[in-house]
């Protein structure tokens, strides 16, 4: 059974920093591409980062040069370190994992949540001004 289970939320005020962690757990080999998306209600999912296999990373603009996604694959988890936080960071944050290649590249599928396979549950980031 695969599982994918995310920690680290929180509140902070703006300009501070969090770090949230993802763990995996039930797969086997080497994962294709994990991601960070975020939500807010009544707003679509948004992608946020993805870190492929190889290394390659993309981010949204909004969070480049304040957001840095790592991995460690021994571990099989991914980190999102959040700093300079804003109140329009605030949301849910999920983690999610794509396993094997499947037509996407990993750097295209932030607007394509549809690709991944496993989901965790969210963990809440919110940023008070």
């Known amino acids: 059974q695969v599982q994918v289970v995310e920690s680290g939320g929180g509140s902070v005020q703006a300009g501070g920093s969090l770090r949230l962690s993802c763990a995996t757990s039930?797969?086997?080999?080497?994962?294709?591409?994990m991601g960070w998306f975020r939500q807010v209600p009544g707003k679509e999912r948004e992608g946020v980062a993805s870190i492929a296999n190889g290394g390659r990373i993309t981010y949204l603009d909004t969070v480049k040069g304040r957001f840095t996604i790592s991995k460690d694959n021994a571990k099989n988890t991914v980190y999102l370190q959040m700093n300079t936080l804003e109140p329009e960071d605030t949301a849910m944050y999920y983690c999610a994992v794509y396993p094997r290649y499947s037509g996407s590249w990993c750097s295209d599928t932030l607007s394509v949540p549809s690709v991944y396979n496993y989901w965790g549950q969210g963990t809440q980031v919110t940023v008070s001004s």
């Open positions: 039930g797969l086997t080999g080497d994962i294709y591409c």
